[in-house]
Structure formats: structure tokens, C-alpha cells
């Protein structure tokens, strides 16, 4: 709940308006129970106990890389769902990976997330809900947000934006939207949606190839909205908000990644003001693609960067821990499913 729903829920019971502000600190501050509000009465700790609850995240398994201390963590929701989040630590401060959704319909042919298909939405209280756990419970306070998780936030439009407000909110957590990244698949709907909130975010569009006859063959949600309809959106909501656009490109060896995919992903980004991120495709035991060899990507890039596209390498982070996206919520419901828990 946002502010003004908690003002309106706290006037409805009768309780003078200041307690809602306090309410809001509280849950923003990532609470696990009414009970540890200790400047709020226990009557009304009991009465907010029995017409409410707190979206909290329980911990199941938590992974830390003795690597570069990446830590991954997989939760259970209030319902039983699993979810996955990422922490990791960079030189100016600590970035959480989220998921928005448990599960994800787009069916992306490299991706261990969409395997079961969709399960249901996050609320915008269990998005925030990664947040807190994690800074709690590293005592740490976390600058920056990327929703590259689990799902496609621009398939759960109305709970990915209550959660940017949320997030942002400066009696809350106060995390500035220039340091949160959402990455789309390319729903076009949701990219023009969005460009009417005209945020300072980052938006991040998962593009992974440079024609549609390779796109689609990975990508299903490019058969409803191909690399032209995609490209379009992207440079209206690039005029409405000036901001920078990140294009994610997942090297997978032999499919996307010779020098001519380059010149045409180049000739295609022509006139969006841009960076594109390349990722060494991770292995899913489902499928059988492979990451091309490390002298590869970089050719990829120099080859990139010779056209006039400015391009990283994204350095791979908790790769002892299985931290990327889907990959850990899938091996714990194996295990799970092996072990006869449920
Ligand atoms: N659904 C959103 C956000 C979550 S996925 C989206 O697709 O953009 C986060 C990023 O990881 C996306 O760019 C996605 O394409 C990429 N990804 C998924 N599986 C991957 C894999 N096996 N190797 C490399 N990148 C992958
Ligand atoms: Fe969903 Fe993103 Fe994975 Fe595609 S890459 S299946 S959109 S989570």
C-alpha cells in the first residue's frame, strides 16, 4: 500500500492520520510483524494484525559465491510460490536483481525462468519485500535496483509501476529511479505505457538479436511485435523521455554472434541514443546453447564499437552459485520434487 491507501485505511478505523505515516515507515523499513512496531499501540498492533498482513519473503535457500560474494536467494511467498533475488556488490555500492514475476509466459527459448510458464503476478509489496530482506539482513543499505529477475515486468504493468513509487518514495526507501533498470522482452504495449509516466529510469529492452528470423526462433514475443514495431517504441519513448536506452544482447555461439550479426545489430540501432550490453549466454541444461569463446565476444564488441555503438561485456558475477536469472528456483524445485517435500 501506498501512502494515501494507508492514510485512508488508517481514517476508516477511526486512528488520528499520523499513524499512517508511521505505518508506512514501518513496512517500508521491511518488518516482519506487526509486532515490531514499537510506536504504534498495541491495540492497534492487534486490530491492523486481524484486517491486514505484511508481505514478507521467507528465506529457503541462500546461496553466497566465495567468488566475489554474490548473494542469491530463493523465497517462498506467503502461498508456497519461489521466487529468486540476487545481490551483488559493486565498487559504488550494492545492486539487488528482483523478480516480478513467479514464472514468466514469454517462453524465451535461452531462459530458465519462463520453463513452467506463469504463475501469478508479484504485488508491488513483495517486489519491495526482496529489497528489505536483503539489506536487513546484510546490514547494509542497497543503492541501486535492476527488475531482471524471474518474469516481465511489463507484463505485470500496474505492480511494477505501485512498486517504482513505492521504491523512490522519500519517507520509504528513497532509492532514486536513475538507479533502477527494468528489462523488457519487448512488449511494445507496455513500452508505450510506460513512456506516458515519463521516468528517469533505465530502460533495458532484451533484444538478443539483430533480424526477426533470428529473434523469433528464440524469442516467441517477436512474432507479435517484431524488431521494427519494437525499435519504433523504443525511439518514441526515447523522445518523450531523453533518457538513454540499454539493449540487452545474449552472445549465444553460432546463433547471434558472428561479425556480420554485429553490422546489422549496429545498422539497426542506428539513431537511438544507446549501449548495448552483451551477455555470455549461460548454459540451461534444457536447451543447448552455449556461450561463445572469450576472444569471440570481444570481436563481437570491437566490432560493435567500430560502427559507432558503444558496448560492455557484462561481467559474470556469483557464476559458482547458479546466479542468473531462473536458474536457482528451478534447481530447488528439483530438488524439492526429488526430495518428495511436496
Ligand atoms: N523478462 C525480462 C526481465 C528478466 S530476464 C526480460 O526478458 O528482459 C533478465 C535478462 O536475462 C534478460 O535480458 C534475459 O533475456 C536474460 N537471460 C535470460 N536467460 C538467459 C541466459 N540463459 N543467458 C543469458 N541471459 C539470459
Ligand atoms: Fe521471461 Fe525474460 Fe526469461 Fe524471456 S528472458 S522467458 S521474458 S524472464
Known sequence: M???????????????????????????????SFDEMSNIPLALRNKLSEIGYIATVKPIRKFVSQIDGTVKYVYELYDGELIESVLMKYEH??????????????????????????????????????????????????????????????????????????????NGLNIGL???????????????KLADYNLPITLSISLHAPNDTIRSSTMPINNKWNIDALLKACKEYQNITTRRISFEYALIEGVNDSDNNAKELASRLKGIMC??????????????????DRKSIIAFQKKLESYGI????????????????????KKTKEEIIDANIH
Not at 492514510?7 to 516482519?32: C, E
Not at 549501449?275 to 561463445?292: G, R, T, Y
Not at 558503444?310 to 528456483?329: F, H, P, V, W, Y
Request: net charge positive; hydrophobic share 35%.
Open 2 to 32: 501506498n501512502l494515501e491507501e494507508i492514510t485512508d485505511l488508517i481514517i476508516d478505523i477511526g486512528q488520528p492520520k499520523f499513524r499512517a505515516s508511521q505505518l508506512f515507515k514501518w513496512l517500508q523499513s521491511g518488518v516482519q
Open 93 to 170: 555500492g550494492y545492486t539487488v536483481c528482483i523478480s516480478t514475476q513467479v514464472g514468466c509466459r514469454m517462453g524465451c527459448k535461452f531462459c530458465a525462468s519462463g520453463l513452467y510458464g506463469l504463475t501469478r503476478n508479484l504485488t508491488a509489496s513483495e517486489m519491495l519485500a526482496q529489497i528489505t530482506y536483503a539489506q536487513r539482513d546484510n546490514n547494509i543499505r542497497i543503492s541501486n535496483v535492476v527488475m531482471m529477475g524471474m518474469g516481465e515486468p511489463l507484463d505485470n504493468f500496474e505492480n511494477s509501476i505501485k512498486f517504482l513509487k513505492l521504491v523512490s518514495d522519500d
Open 178 to 192: 536513475r538507479h533502477i533498470s527494468l528489462s523488457t522482452s519487448g512488449v511494445v504495449s507496455g513500452i508505450n
Open 275 to 292: 549501449h548495448v550490453n552483451l551477455i555470455p549466454a549461460n548454459p540451461v541444461k534444457e536447451n543447448s546453447f552455449k556461450k561463445p
Open 310 to 329: 558503444t558496448a560492455t561485456i557484462r561481467r559474470t558475477l556469483g557464476a559458482d552459485i547458479n546466479a542468473s536469472c531462473g536458474q536457482l528456483k
